[in-house]
C-alpha cells in the first residue's frame, strides 16, 4: 500500500521557520518525484518544490526561493521541507505527492502527480 505521511505543520510567527516531513512507503522512492504542494482556503493547489532523487533535480516555485529548501533522504524514504523566514501569505495546508519520475512532466501541476498525502496545516501569524 503506497502511503505518505506528512507532518511538521504547525502555527508560527512571521519570520520563524518549519520544517516539513513526508515519509514514503510502498514504492520504489528513488523512481519517483516528491513534490511539495500547498493549497490556502479558497485558492488552487499550487507547487512549492519538489525534488527527484535519481539526477538530483530541483524545483522551488518563485514566491519561495531563497527561503524553503526541499532534501532527501533515501535512506529513510523521507522528504524535508525546510521553511524560513515565513510570512503569512504561507500559510496553507501543505501536501506531498509523488510522480513517477518519466521524463515526461515539468512536476509542477497537481495532475502530474500519481499519490498524495492527508496534507499538514501550517499557519503563520503575522
Known amino acids: 500500500e503506497v502511503q505518505l505521511v506528512e507532518s511538521g505543520g504547525g502555527l508560527v510567527q512571521a519570520g520563524g521557520s518549519l520544517r516539513l516531513s513526508c515519509a514514503a512507503s510502498g514504492f520504489t522512492f528513488d523512481d519517483y518525484v516528491i513534490g511539495w504542494f500547498r493549497q490556502a482556503p479558497g485558492k488552487e493547489r499550487e507547487v512549492v518544490s519538489w525534488i527527484s532523487s535519481v539526477d538530483r533535480g530541483l524545483y522551488y516555485a518563485d514566491s519561495v526561493k531563497g527561503r524553503f529548501t526541499i532534501t532527501s533522504d533515501n535512506a529513510k524514504n523521507t522528504v524535508y521541507l525546510q521553511m524560513n523566514s515565513l510570512k503569512p501569505e504561507d500559510t496553507a495546508v501543505y501536501y506531498c505527492?509523488?510522480?513517477?519520475?518519466?521524463?515526461?512532466?515539468?512536476?509542477?501541476?497537481?495532475?502530474?502527480?500519481?499519490?498524495w498525502g492527508q496534507g499538514t496545516q501550517v499557519t503563520v501569524s503575522s
Open positions: 505527492a509523488a510522480s513517477y519520475n518519466s521524463g515526461s512532466y515539468w512536476y509542477i501541476e497537481p495532475y502530474e502527480y500519481d499519490y
